[in-house]
């Protein structure tokens, strides 16, 4: 499942935020398995405290190593992402579904 990963952090931290990024890839290329895969580069949002990166990860764990690593430096919050034409789909398909429900107990 793919994930937005928005994160922020203090500008007097940028030091130790690249020193533990730096640590955390050399980690990921070690153990990939366990993190999250990185999809693109992290794109930064109004200056370079804040921005996100798009996540690709099987199990929640993978996220959290993340923001377990980049603590306290980093504040993450993730958003989950979803193909649009397949939502549109199943919503489609939810509406019918209730819709012949509702003609059904008429």
């Given at each position: 499942?793919?994930?937005?990963?928005?994160?922020?952090?203090?500008?007097?931290?940028?030091?130790?935020?690249?020193?533990?990024?730096?640590?955390?890839?050399?980690?990921?290329?070690?153990?990939?398995?366990?993190?999250a895969?990185?999809?693109?580069?992290?794109?930064?949002?109004?200056?370079?405290?804040?921005?996100y990166?798009?996540?690709?990860?099987?199990?929640?764990?993978?996220?959290?190593?993340?923001?377990?690593?980049?603590?306290?430096?980093?504040?993450?919050?993730?958003?989950?992402?979803?193909?649009?034409?397949?939502q549109v789909?199943?919503?489609?398909?939810?509406?019918?579904?209730?819709?012949e429900?509702?003609?059904?107990?008429?």
């Amino acid at each position: 499942m793919k994930y937005k990963g928005y994160w922020e952090f203090d500008r007097k931290d940028v030091n130790e935020v690249n020193f533990a990024y730096m640590k955390m890839e050399e980690q990921r290329a070690k153990e990939p398995e366990k993190w999250a895969k990185v999809i693109g580069n992290p794109m930064v949002v109004g200056g370079h405290d804040k921005g996100y990166t798009i996540f690709e990860a099987d199990e929640p764990d993978q996220l959290g190593r993340i923001c377990v690593w980049m603590v306290p430096w980093v504040r993450f919050k993730f958003v989950a992402l979803f193909d649009a034409p397949a939502q549109v789909a199943l919503m489609a398909e939810k509406e019918k579904i209730l819709a012949e429900s509702l003609e059904e107990k008429k």
